[in-house]
């Protein structure tokens, strides 16, 4: 597709359980970015990727957050345990090397 | 670190009237500045950024932004408001990681409203 594609769109799960969300980048996009908006605030940095490898995971609130990016391309934000404060939007974006970002529409996580 | 600060939550202009969404910084060294807009229900679209060279940028939908070093401001503005650009507003700067990757520090957003 044109833009940055992220799946599901809405994700209700129980407190406790495991959450994984997908985003698709803009094809050959080198960098990507996931984000965190909680309600009422701008988006957070989580983690980016530049390739494959996680180059930055400084924005991850704790260990039951990880991402992946195995082949370059598709990424998987992973929530182990989840809380009820990890409600919120997960933006993800991508950008060629050294320029603007392009978002996603996002996954609206709600714990409950 | 870097940061922006939005300091109003609401903004509401009649249409046909200017608009002014403000947004101030506060960076080390050279501020790399961003605007992004939310529509509901769609992610953040970009709509202009500063990075050097003149003080009043030109972006999407007829937007602009000036650019204020000695008040440290990047206020955005369009001349005639339409009630299409009723929206969630972003102001950003460029952070940098611990690698040397970029990120971006968005401030909380003001919602403006445009009035019929």
């Known amino acids: 597709g044109a833009g940055v594609s992220q799946t599901p769109s809405n994700k209700v799960t129980e407190k406790g359980k495991y959450v994984e969300l997908r985003c698709d980048p803009i094809?050959?996009?080198?960098?990507l970015y996931w984000y965190r908006q909680s309600l009422g605030q701008g988006p957070e940095f989580l983690i980016y990727f530049q390739g494959t490898g996680a180059a930055d995971d400084s924005g991850l609130p704790n260990d039951r957050f990880f991402a992946v990016r195995p082949e370059g391309s598709v990424s998987t934000l992973k929530i182990q345990r989840t809380e009820r404060g990890d409600s919120a939007v997960y933006l993800c974006?991508?950008?060629?090397?050294?320029?603007?970002?392009?978002f996603g529409q996002g996954t609206r996580l709600t714990v409950v | 670190a870097q940061s922006v600060a939005q300091p109003e939550d609401q903004v509401n202009v009649a249409e046909g009237n200017p608009l002014t969404v403000k947004c101030t910084y506060s960076v080390s060294g050279n501020p790399y500045l961003f605007w992004y807009v939310q529509y509901p229900n769609r992610g953040l679209q970009f709509l202009l950024k500063y990075i050097t060279g003149d003080n009043l940028v030109k972006g999407s939908y007829g937007f602009e932004a000036e650019f204020n070093k000695s008040q440290t401001s990047f206020h955005l503005k369009k001349p005639s408001a339409l009630v299409s650009d009723s929206a969630l507003y972003f102001c950003a700067v460029r952070d940098i990681g611990p690698r040397g990757n970029e990120k971006l520090t968005f401030g909380t957003g003001t919602r403006l409203t445009i009035i019929p």
């Open positions: 094809s050959g996009h080198t960098a």
């Open positions: 974006a991508s950008s060629p090397l050294r320029s603007g970002a392009f």
